[in-house]
């Protein structure tokens, strides 16, 4: 069943000249329930105003998303966003962080304290949770933004290239954390990544999109058994789905030898 829809999306802006910019043109993408799905494709191809639009936060120039069949024309209330920077709140413990999600939306934070501690313990934060942002590390800012994104439930997940800042073994780290959160949650996932080591280690399929105007060149599935550990990468299934991405961004002129 189809959980996102994204019908003929296109997208425009105009700078203060009057001179107007096509960052996404005619995008056609259905996301599944339950669904993990990467978009990957060059700086400025429109990979984050996609994210943009199917969260309500931006109108499309043309076209129309839903989500579980219901047009979207207003912020989407029902997800869990996390981007590059943590944006915690310095002033706030690690579970005073996690819990301002509900007072954002007018609800009382207290009843989901302890779900918080659950949530904050089972990314390896246990014994963290009245920290402040500027003792942790910045692996472990970013889980305490995605245990944020989580603490309500949200059926959709968002993430705008949420590891890009960190360093490489923290980096791992945290695909493999996210892979098993997603994998006893099942939610639907929209990531917004630049590698393409990363799309392929973690989605069901990779979305190919061209440079700006950012189109949809090809939609790529992953048939990797899960759970995929570090060795899924020494396979040559996975090889085989690097180089056909590789050859794709050549074939654009993205990658060029």
């Known amino acids: 069943m189809a959980f996102i829809e994204l019908d003929g999306i296109s997208r425009s802006f105009v700078a203060r000249d009057g001179s107007t910019t096509l960052a996404v043109d005619g995008v056609d993408l259905t996301v599944g329930n339950a669904e993990f799905v990467s978009l990957l494709g060059p700086s400025g191809c429109g990979k984050s105003t996609l994210l943009s639009i199917i969260a309500g936060l931006m109108e499309p120039s043309s076209g129309c998303v839903s989500i579980e069949g219901r047009p979207i024309r207003a912020p989407y209330t029902d997800v869990g966003i996390v981007f590059q920077s943590d944006l915690l709140l310095d002033w706030r413990t690690v579970v005073g962080n996690v819990l301002v999600q509900f ?3 007018g609800q009382r934070s207290e009843p989901h304290r302890e779900r918080a501690r659950a949530l904050i313990a089972s990314v390896g934060l246990g014994g963290f949770e009245t ?6 590390s910045g692996g472990m800012r970013q889980r305490v933004a995605i245990c944020r994104a989580l603490i309500h439930d949200p059926p959709l997940l968002l993430m705008d290239e949420p590891f890009g800042a960190l360093d490489a073994l923290t980096r791992a780290q945290l695909q493999i954390d996210l892979q098993n959160i997603w994998q006893s949650s099942r939610k639907t996932v929209v990531f917004v990544t630049h590698s393409i080591d990363e799309a392929v280690f973690l989605s069901d399929r990779v979305i190919v999109m061209t440079p700006r105007p950012g189109r949809v060149r090809e939609a ?15 396979s040559p299934a996975f090889a085989d789905i690097i180089r056909r991405v590789n050859h794709l961004f050549q074939d654009m002129g993205v990658i060029r030898e």
């Open 220 to 234: 790529i599935a992953v048939n990797l058994p899960r759970p995929r550990g570090l060795g899924a990468r020494e």
């Open 131 to 136: 920290k402040y942002p500027w003792e942790l």
């Open 103 to 105: 007072e954002m939306r």
